[in-house]
């Protein structure tokens, strides 16, 4: 049985418009934990997440094997393909705007705050974010099958191997917590899993704040000379 309610995700979603970043993450967070006590981590860092073509960076407050919850976005825009999956998923934008169109359309939809749209399997929609766009985002489906979507172009594309290391770790450590969450017996073995990948998540956490190197003397005089 699902754990999540597309609607009732919805409504909390809802509940972030007018907030400022970052404020309107925890406002969503702290009205699902209203709806689910127990079951939403705050804990999780925001990770890069390359998939489709398009670059934006998540945070996870829930995953299990067939269920996902999360905010995503970015602050500079991107575009891509949504993927076509085995999974459905629901997006209710909170801030920015998004436009969509699928195969056959020409004129492209467009979702701005409190807007939600949803994409069911075996579909697939092309994506663009504008100048930047946030969105809460409930999945639901067999959710292993698409974690190849998820990683491929950070190994083999933008040979990220951090961001890809961080993801698998991430959802390893969310569905360690969902199985403990409803098998007890196995508690302390997922608890074992949930925090060896937890410690692995923010042991490869990067710094947010850009170093600046002093320039070198040399380069410095060689451009001079040229």
């Known amino acids: 049985m699902p754990v999540f309610s597309p609607p009732v995700v919805h409504e909390c979603a809802m509940e972030c418009l007018g907030h400022p970043k970052p404020e309107m993450f925890d406002v969503f967070g702290k009205a699902m934990e209203k709806h689910y006590p127990g079951m ?122 951090i961001a890809a290391t961080q993801t698998w770790a991430l959802y390893t450590d969310l569905v360690a917590q969902s199985i403990g969450h409803k098998v007890w017996p196995l508690r302390p073995l997922t608890w074992l899993i949930s925090k060896i990948n937890h410690g692995i998540t923010m042991a490869l956490s990067p710094s947010p704040e850009v170093t600046v190197i002093p320039e070198d003397r040399n380069i410095r005089w060689f451009q001079r000379k040229v």
């Open 40 to 161: 939403i981590d705050f804990s999780q860092p925001w990770v890069y997440s390359i998939a489709g073509g398009a670059m934006i960076q998540m945070k996870l407050y829930y995953a299990s094997l067939t269920e996902y919850i999360m905010i995503w976005g970015t602050p500079i825009g991107s575009e891509g393909h949504s993927g076509r999956h085995f999974t459905g998923f629901w997006d209710t934008v909170i801030d920015g705007e998004m436009w969509y169109y699928g195969e056959g359309e020409f004129e492209k939809k467009i979702y701005k705050p409190g807007d939600r749209v949803y994409v069911g399997p075996g579909q697939a929609r092309a994506m663009n974010f504008t100048d930047g766009v946030w969105a809460v985002e409930y999945a639901r489906g067999f959710l292993p099958a698409e974690m190849p979507f998820g990683v491929i172009s950070e190994y083999l594309i933008c040979t990220d191997l």
